[in-house]
């Protein structure tokens, strides 16, 4: 989340591991001026669907400060993917969720 409350924005560009799509690979790229000059971010993500309402993914993440991004394997934030599942939900519960997390 940016300041204000808005979420961040990001390109994504890849292609499907498989012939059945089930498995994929992202990379990410903020849009301009979309994420925090400082903070951890997202660079990549690895995906699985078994063909239901949820996704797994591994989310690799950098450290952003200011032009620079940080990585280091030792890192408890970026030295390893984070894993997230993704679950359908509607617009409402999104912006529900959203405006409970802070900074």
């Not at 799509?21 to 690895?46: Q, T, Y």
């Not at 690799?60 to 993917?81: C, E, F, V, Y």
Request: hydrophobic share 25%; with cysteine.
């Amino acid at each position: 989340m940016r300041e204000g409350g808005e979420p961040n924005e990001f390109v994504l560009d890849g292609d499907p591991e498989d012939n059945g799509a089930s498995r994929f690979r992202l990379s990410m790229h903020p849009r301009v001026d979309s994420l925090n000059a400082d903070g951890l971010a997202p660079s990549h993500m690895k995906g699985r669907w078994g063909g239901g309402d949820s996704i797994d993914l591994e989310i690799s993440l950098h450290l952003r400060r200011g032009k620079s991004s940080i990585s280091n394997s030792a890192d408890p934030d970026t030295g390893r993917d984070t894993p997230v599942t993704l679950k359908r939900g509607t617009e409402s519960q999104f912006t529900t969720l959203c405006s409970t997390l802070t900074r």
